[in-house]
């Protein structure tokens, strides 16, 4: 856990707050593609393997976002 938060931390804000706004949600035209998955999540119609591969890899700039907020907290107990 150590070296995870040691790595988030010497990931600069700026880096990944433009990942999260490029390939978080690129394409942008008509919709962006996380929220296309996400929907088709919730429908249930999420089913071919690539589109769950598509799902992860937009949703992957937030869950560093994520994980490098929540390491401060982690740490702190």
């Given at each position: ?61 937030f869950l560093v976002a994520a994980l490098k907020l929540a390491s401060p907290l982690m740490l702190a107990k």
């Open positions: 856990m150590q070296s995870l938060a040691n790595l988030l931390d010497q990931l600069p804000w700026s880096l990944v707050i433009i990942a999260c706004l490029t390939l978080g949600l690129a394409p942008f035209v008509p919709e962006p593609h996380i929220w296309e998955k996400l929907k088709m999540l919730m429908a249930g119609t999420l089913a071919r393997p690539i589109d769950i591969f598509d799902l992860l890899m937009h949703a992957a700039p």
